[in-house]
């Protein structure tokens, strides 16, 4: 098992940068063997990808985003998503994942709001 814990939302000016972070616990041996990834879910729209990264360190951008935000990973075992220049539409919920194979793990998920 492995279990996700998001932290680093909050309330940002447009314009401003937040920079969330997600601890991965648990089977170690499973964890270091998996993918990360950010996802966001607004209210009213499905949820979506916005950033993921392999455990060589390949990542992959939504275009929405690209230019913007930054996925790392640090020891295998910590995603961070540093967001830049944020606009009101990246307002949502965000939701890191961990998946490899078949297995797929989801943390609790983290607001961001990006209002004046």
């Known amino acids: 098992q492995v279990q996700l814990v998001e932290s680093g939302g909050g309330l940002v000016q447009p314009g401003g940068s937040l920079r969330l972070s997600c601890a991965a616990s648990g089977s170690i041996f499973s964890i270091v063997a998996m993918s990360m990834g950010w996802y966001r879910q607004a209210p009213g729209k499905q949820r979506e990808l916005v950033a993921s990264?392999?455990?060589?360190?390949?990542t992959t951008y939504a275009d929405s985003v690209k230019g913007r935000f930054t996925i790392s990973r640090e020891a295998k075992k910590t995603a961070y998503l540093q967001m830049n220049s944020l606009k009101p539409e990246d307002t949502a919920v965000y939701y890191c994942?961990?998946?490899?194979?078949?297995?797929?793990?989801w943390g609790q998920g983290t607001q961001v709001t990006v209002s004046s």
């Open positions: 994942n961990a998946q490899a194979g078949g297995d797929n793990y």
């Open positions: 990264i392999t455990t060589r360190g390949r």
